[in-house]
C-alpha cells in the first residue's frame, strides 16, 4: 500500500532513531548508517514508494508525491538528526545544492510542520563567504530572512544552524531561494540542510560564563563586567565611573544563544545603533562608544537580549556584559 511523505519520513526516523541516540562515535555511526541506508532504499524502492537515483556527490532520494515538489539530497556532512549540547534536536527535512561557478541562484520547496526553521550549511571551506539565502511562504507578499541578523555570520567557521525568522501560523510549505552574488560568494559546492528544531522539555542548567579577556588589544582595559542568566533574566545594566577615556562593550551570549539572540543596548537611556546579536564567547566583536563627556560622572549600560523565536525561551545561556576603558 503506497505511503505519503510525511509517513515516509517518519519510518526513516523510527528505523534509524535508536542508533542515532547512542552515544558512539561519528565515524562507527556513518559506517553503520551506510548499510542500513541502502538496505531502506532498497526495500522502498521495490515497493514503489519513491525513486532513488545515484550521482555524484551522494544519493538523492526524490520524495516527490501529487504537489510536494520536495528533494532531499542524502548526505554525510549534513545529519539526518543530531543534537546540541543543550539537548536541542535538530531534524533534517531536505537539502540543496548551490555551485556560484555555473549558477545564478537555486530555488527548491520544503514541508514545514510549523516548529523552528534553521539552515545548516556545508561549505567550500571554513571562512568561505556564503551566498543569501531567503524564504517565502506562498501566498504572502514577504520575505523571510535569516535571523536575527540577515546572512550566515559564522556558521561555516561554527558549523552552526542559522534560524529563520517564524513562519505565520498555519504554514506548511516554503520555498527557499539560494542567491549568489558575483565575484563575492566564494567559488564551490555549496550544501544547505533544511531544518527543524525542538527545544528540550526541561531548561536545562546553563553552562559557566565565560570571562571576558583583560584587554581589547593594547589601548582598551577592562573597567567592569555583569552577567545574568537565561532565560530567568533578559538583561544586564553597567556603570562604570567617567574618566574622560573612551568606552567599548562587548556582549556574549553562552551556550546556544550567541549569534542567535537580537540585542539592545542603551547608553545612559539613549538606544544606540550598533550591534544587533548577541556574539558567540570567544568573538572579538566590541561596539566603540567614543570618549565620554567629563561633565557626567558615570555611564551606564544596559543591554537586553530579545527574540523572536518562543521557542528559546526553552534554551538555556547566559549574557555577559563587559566594558573596557581607554584611548584608541
Not at 553552562?207 to 582598551?220: D, M, T, V
Request: hydrophobic letters at 35%; one cysteine or more.
Amino acid at each position: 500500500m503506497p505511503i505519503d511523505q510525511r509517513e515516509l519520513r517518519d519510518l526513516l526516523d523510527e528505523r534509524s532513531s535508536p542508533a542515532l541516540d547512542r552515544p558512539i562515535p561519528w565515524h562507527s555511526l556513518r559506517a553503520r548508517t551506510r548499510v542500513a541506508r541502502r538496505r531502506r532504499l532498497s526495500a522502498l524502492a521495490a515497493a514503489g514508494t519513491f525513486a532513488v537515483a545515484v550521482v555524484a556527490g551522494g544519493t538523492v532520494v526524490s520524495l516527490r508525491g501529487p504537489d510536494q515538489p520536495t528533494t532531499a539530497n542524502v548526505t554525510e556532512k549534513l545529519p539526518s538528526r543530531y543534537e546540541e549540547s543543550d539537548g536541542t534536536v535538530y531534524r533534517r527535512l531536505a537539502t540543496a545544492t548551490f555551485d556560484p561557478a555555473r549558477q545564478s541562484s537555486v530555488l527548491f520547496e520544503v514541508e514545514v510542520s510549523g516548529k523552528p526553521v534553521a539552515i545548516l550549511p556545508d561549505c567550500p571551506s571554513p571562512k568561505a563567504a556564503p551566498p543569501q539565502v531567503i524564504a517565502n511562504v506562498p501566498g504572502l507578499d514577504k520575505t523571510f530572512t535569516l535571523s536575527p541578523a540577515p546572512f550566515l555570520m559564522n556558521a561555516c567557521e561554527r558549523g552552526r544552524a542559522v534560524d529563520l525568522q517564524p513562519f505565520p501560523a498555519g504554514t506548511r510549505t516554503v520555498t527557499f531561494t539560494v542567491n549568489g552574488s558575483p565575484g563575492r560568494t566564494a567559488p564551490g559546492e555549496w550544501r544547505f540542510g533544511v531544518y527543524e528544531w525542538t527545544p528540550p522539555s526541561t531548561v536545562k542548567p546553563a553552562s559557566p560564563p565565560a570571562e571576558p579577556p583583560a584587554k581589547i588589544g593594547k589601548e582598551l582595559n577592562l573597567a567592569a563586567k555583569a552577567t545574568t542568566t537565561w532565560p530567568d533574566s533578559r538583561e544586564v545594566t553597567v556603570t562604570v565611573p567617567n574618566k574622560g577615556l573612551g568606552l567599548a562593550v562587548a556582549t556574549s551570549c553562552g551556550d546556544g544563544l550567541g549569534d542567535r539572540l537580537s540585542q539592545k543596548v542603551w547608553v545612559n537611556g539613549r538606544l544606540t545603533k550598533g550591534g544587533i546579536d548577541c556574539s558567540s564567547p570567544g568573538g572579538d566583536g566590541f561596539l566603540y562608544l567614543g570618549k565620554r563627556l567629563l561633565s557626567g560622572k558615570t555611564t551606564t549600560i544596559r543591554v537586553r537580549l530579545e527574540t523572536s523565536i518562543p521557542e528559546y525561551l526553552r534554551r538555556p545561556g547566559t549574557l555577559t556584559v563587559a566594558v573596557y576603558a581607554g584611548d584608541m
